[in-house]
């Protein structure tokens, strides 16, 4: 069956620095990939989308890679901040008209 | 612009009671709706989908059933609460597309006991 893993480890990092989270899939060839991002007893709010043919994508200090050939996803924060603070998932679409998400990444910026 | 409401907020409820969670959406027609249910410190997980009015798929077999009476109105709801429906409640939509993103709702806490 199809599968997403996430670093289930939170990750803790200093302020200014880049973060860096990992989503690894199985059993699967998705067309694109969405990072979301959730606060503690909120919705997730989506970040940003890629697609297959593309790279790399960027959008302010968020910048997303896509590689199908080793089946991940990067997700990198640059010039991290406190309010970066929050748990990240990443997500496919799974075929038809459901999306697979995986359990995310808690992120951790010290001031 | 689209908004998406769930309500209520927060529940506690006594094991083997009704359950109903509302979830309306505005600013958009025939969205596909999505019930999740997150544990804590877990990831979401599909409980039930709906591309139209009174079209519901479900994920997972369990004590929980989903309506959709209105284009942008969707229900969860349950006859007999269990200790392990506790959870993040969350509705979502998102439009046709595959690429399409999917919005969620604030979500509802409810608590078993």
């Known amino acids: 069956s199809q599968k997403i893993e996430q670093n289930s480890e939170a990750l803790n990092i200093q302020e200014g620095k880049t973060a860096t989270l990992t989503c690894n899939y199985t059993?699967?060839?998705?067309?694109?990939l969405q990072w979301y991002r959730q606060d503690p007893g909120r919705g997730p709010v989506f970040l940003l989308l890629?697609?297959?043919?593309?790279k790399e994508k960027r959008k302010e200090r968020l910048k997303v890679t896509f590689d199908t050939t080793l089946k991940q996803s990067l997700f990198h924060i640059t010039a991290s901040q406190p309010a970066d603070s929050a748990t990240y998932l990443c997500a496919l679409a799974s075929g038809g008209f459901k999306t697979i998400f995986g359990a995310g990444t808690r992120l951790f910026v010290k001031a | 612009s689209q908004t998406i409401h769930q309500w209520p907020a927060t529940l506690v409820q006594p094991v083997g009671s009704p359950l109903s969670l509302e979830c309306t959406v505005e600013?958009?027609?025939?969205?596909?709706l999505y019930w999740y249910r997150q544990a804590a410190g877990r990831g979401l997980q599909l409980l039930f989908y709906s591309v139209g009015i009174g079209q519901i798929s479900s994920e997972v077999p369990q004590n929980l059933s989903a309506s959709r009476p209105q284009d942008r109105q969707f229900i969860l709801s349950s006859k007999k609460l269990l200790l392990s429906d506790s959870g993040f409640y969350l509705c979502?939509?998102?439009?046709?597309?595959?690429?399409?993103?999917?919005?969620f709702g604030p979500g509802t806490r409810l608590t078993v006991l």
């Open positions: 890629i697609r297959e043919n593309e």
């Open positions: 979502a939509w998102r439009t046709g597309g595959r690429a399409d993103t999917q919005y």
């Open positions: 059993n699967y060839s998705p067309a694109y």
């Open positions: 600013g958009t027609s025939n969205p596909n």
